[in-house]
């Protein structure tokens, strides 16, 4: 508990273990959160999203461990304790209660004998996958009775495991014909069963298997498959076939064949004795996808052109073939790239390491045919006996990478280690055609200048790892371009190339933030400045491999500059001029690294303590994120006050400023209000007397006009009379006077009768006459106010108009100002109205 609170807790650079002994499992494994209170493959977590899986794997495990496990962890489904070289079958047997759990992984604890087994057996009753590899102490017993005894177990791996005998095989024989459960077997390394035990599992259970490891079971021959061997319509159901390094001829590939139709992953590394005959048989197999021939020296392109030639009656594996790999089958020629690139189109990997005799014509037609391939591999082996030249050196040139280029478009891994006929032309083809490269190991191609490396930036910008070893051309130009374009760059190897200098290194540091690994050895101008830059540099973070040996000019001030790469695994400073008391101190400062005894070589440390620094190095960066985040919410609520503070004094300044642009206003607004009013008031009293005046006026003409009218009418009836009578005396004279006296009452009454009718006739012209003239006096005098009107609306509108030029955001003046205008005219009219239809009246 102590040591967790402090593993927990420390904020402080701490000081990393290198040796196991100073390490231990830390509770964090076995929780799902920081508290340690939710459980791994609890229900709680599996309902957050948690993993149902426990793994273990390397770490430092001692029998109280699996006590600690036991106690918390009885709810998961799978179980890892690969390679905890201290677990012991005490340990073993303090998993109780483990009843859920379906995958167990014991590869490594090489501790564990048949009391473990037995305790398995008991206790873990859904178990499915059971991995015991390099378990040396294991009996047969003890294997016999959990393959007999496991109801639900379909993966078995006893690879390198001493015990397993015929009794074991007969074992797993009467366990396949119970359950036939068994599917996936690995006895890869077993070399104490004999070839009637292997024989009898194959022939009589071995055809419900899938896969099927038999790498290195040295004692096996020809006889161990027959049991493969079935009729014509039958087969077994193996999907994966790994028959590495055994005692093989040409009729155990015909049994393979024959049994084994539906194979997908096909092994057959290191069968010298198979000649083409043998291999012959493999062009029954149309479900491959897989085929490794590593090492088998026998095979020739005749053969190759048998195998995926194909035949009219019956399909072939070149159809489905994926990948191949022919290292070292030193035979092979042109000709077997001549039937690959016009039968095998679905080809996407090709690794031809060691085989020298290849030349730009296949090259050409494997590019040509198999448009999907995606990684190949034109090396040439240097570790061969053989030390001719002819034999060492690749024969293909610049003309097979240029149809490379033009063909293969999802090339993304090209490897062409000692291609000493290859140019700056071949790989400006690879960049313009290959934009998906990410691999390219050109080592040893010393024809490569900066060229190559200025073409790979313009179309290679998803290049990751490169291997330009040897290549002595290559300087600062290159290697500056490269890194600008080619920023997801994780591995880089420029050992030899001496003309590089700091500032290409710099370049590198600077722009490849995701730089893994970087070999500069012997690139004898560089100098402290590459440790400095990567110091300041992001990848300081990535960095797990550093080779700067043979560097006369790296310092101890370099290499204390390198503390700061937390990640560094490797560190190669061979001829440096550095101290060893820098060395460990630099090195007690690195959680993944050691200083190697006797050599300026930092190696990593063992797997546990690596574990455990990372556990460590995680929780002092989360300590120190809680510290850092308590800082910044102490920084964040002072912020937030003076914010709070500043913008409270900037609301009341505000409001200050509102109120008093608001006061302002206010009192412009009641001044320009009381201008309104007044200027109202004086419309309404221009208004009012000049309708008195008019009304006077009116009523003068009016009464002038009475007494005009009534004048005129009595001057006009007198006249009229006066008339009336003078004629008539005059007729009346001239008509005889007896005519008076016989016709006199008559006439009086005629002449009483005509009077009246003039009379009528008088008032009427006289009052025609009066409404003609009244009506030119109401023209005139309605004419005669119009200018004065006018005039004092002209007035009104200057007044308001200077009012209106002292602030112009208001326009309530002129609102108002048309408003009384409107208001007036209306009056106006009105009143017109009224006096014509009183005149009409």
């Given at each position: 508990?102590?040591r967790e609170a402090a593993l927990q807790n420390d904020t ?195 055809g419900i298997f899938q896969h099927l490891n038999l790498k ?61 005959e043998g291999w012959n048989a493999l062009q029954s197999l ?556």
């Open positions: 508990e102590e402080h650079q701490p000081i990393w273990p290198k040796h196991r002994a100073e390490v231990w499992l830390p509770q964090d494994k076995l929780f799902e959160d920081l508290h340690h209170t939710i459980p791994v493959g609890s229900a709680i977590a599996v309902a957050e999203g948690g993993s149902t899986e426990l793994d273990l794997s390397t770490w430092k495990l001692g029998d109280d461990d699996l006590q600690t496990v036991a106690e918390h962890c009885t709810d998961i489904l799978s179980l890892k304790l690969a390679l905890c070289a201290e677990i012991t079958d005490v340990g073993i047997e303090n998993l109780m209660g483990f009843d859920h759990v379906t995958i167990l992984d014991l590869r490594g604890c090489f501790h564990l004998t048949d009391r473990s087994l037995n305790h398995i057996r008991a206790n873990f009753p859904k178990l499915e996958h059971l991995d015991v590899r390099d378990c040396i102490h294991l009996g047969e017993s003890g294997i016999c009775d959990l393959v007999v005894s496991a109801r639900h177990l379909h993966t078995l791996l006893l690879a390198n495991v001493p015990a397993l005998t015929d009794e074991v095989i007969k074992a797993l024989g009467t366990a396949i014909r119970q359950r036939r459960l068994l599917t996936n077997l690995d006895m890869s390394g077993c070399t104490r069963f004999s070839n009637e035990a292997m024989l009898e599992l194959l022939e009589k259970g071995g290195g079971c040295t004692q096996l021959t020809d006889l161990a498959l027959i049991g493969m061997n079935r009729e014509s319509f039958s087969s077994m159901e193996v999907k994966t076939l790994d028959i590495t390094n055994l005692n093989l001829h040409d009729t155990s590939m015909h049994f393979v064949t024959a049994g084994c139709k539906n194979v997908t992953h096909l092994t057959v590394r290191g069968a010298g004795h198979i000649t083409d149309k479900w491959l996808r897989e085929l490794d021939l590593t090492d088998c020296v026998s095979i020739t392109d005749a053969a190759m052109r048998t195998i995926f030639t194909p035949v009219p009656t019956k399909e072939g594996p070149h159809l489905q073939i994926r990948s191949m790999d022919i290292t070292r089958c030193f035979s092979i020629k042109d000709e077997t790239l001549y039937v690959l690139g016009e039968h095998c189109l679905r080809l996407e990997r090709l690794l031809m390491l060691g085989v020298p005799h290849v030349t730009d014509k296949g090259i050409k037609a494997l590019a040509e045919g198999c448009r999907r391939l995606e990684t190949l591999d034109l090396s040439a082996d240097l570790n061969m006996l053989e030390t001719s030249t002819k034999s060492r050196v690749p024969h293909y040139t610049t003309a097979g990478l240029q149809a490379l280029g033009r063909y293969s478009s999802h090339l993304k891994c090209l490897k062409m280690t000692s291609a000493a006929r290859v140019h700056d032309a071949a790989f400006a083809a690879i960049a313009a055609g290959c934009s998906e490269l990410e691999t390219l190991i050109i080592k040893k191609c010393y024809s490569v200048t900066d060229k190559t490396l200025h073409d790979l930036a313009r179309g290679c910008t998803s290049l990751k790892d490169l291997d330009v070893t040897g290549c002595h051309q290559i300087t600062d130009s290159g290697l500056c371009a490269l890194a600008s374009k080619c920023c997801n760059l994780e591995r880089l190897d420029l050992v030899g190339c001496h003309r590089i200098t700091d500032e290409g290194l710099e370049a590198v540091a600077a722009n490849c933030s995701v730089l893994k690994s970087l070999s500069v050895q012997n690139c004898l101008r560089l100098t402290d400045r590459v440790p400095l830059a990567l110091k300041k540099a992001i990848c300081r973070y990535t960095l797990t491999d550093l080779n700067l040996g043979g560097l006369d000019d790296v310092t101890d001030h370099g290499l204390a500059a390198l503390a700061s790469c937390t990640s560094l695994h490797h560190l190669d400073l061979a001829f440096c001029e550095v101290s060893d008391h820098c060395m460990e101190v630099t090195a007690a400062k690195l959680p993944f690294a050691r200083k190697a005894t006797g050599r300026k070589h930092f190696v990593p440390v063992a797997v546990p303590v690596k574990l455990f620094n990372e556990v460590a190095l995680e929780r002092m960066r989360m300590a120190r994120s809680a510290v850092t985040f308590q800082k910044n919410v102490r920084r964040h609520k002072a912020k937030k006050a003076y914010i709070i503070m500043r913008d409270r004094a900037r609301r009341a300044a505000l409001m200050a400023q509102k109120q008093w642009r608001g006061s302002r206003v206010r009192i412009k607004w009641r001044r320009q209000k009381q201008e309104v009013v007044r200027a109202d008031r004086a419309a309404k009293m221009i208004q009012s007397a000049w309708t008195n005046y008019n009304n006077v006026k009116l009523a003068k003409a009016a009464s002038h006009m009475l007494w005009i009218r009534r004048e005129n009418a009595s001057m006009i009836q007198r006249a009229w009379r006066c008339f009336m009578g003078k004629r008539v005396v005059y007729y009346m004279k001239k008509r005889q006077i007896r005519l008076l006296g016989r016709w006199s009452h008559v006439v009086q009454g005629m002449m009483v009768e005509y009077y009246k009718m003039q009379t009528m006739r008088a008032i009427l012209a006289c009052q025609r006459i009066y409404r003609f003239y009244h009506e030119s006096i109401e023209r005139e005098l309605r004419e005669d106010s119009a200018p004065y009107i006018q005039c004092a609306w002209r007035c009104y509108v200057a007044r308001v108009e200077k009012t209106a030029r002292f602030n112009k955001k208001f326009a309530k003046q002129i609102t108002a100002a048309n408003v009384i205008q409107r208001t007036w005219w209306s009056h106006v009219d009105w009143v017109i109205i009224i006096k014509d239809v009183r005149v009409s009246e």
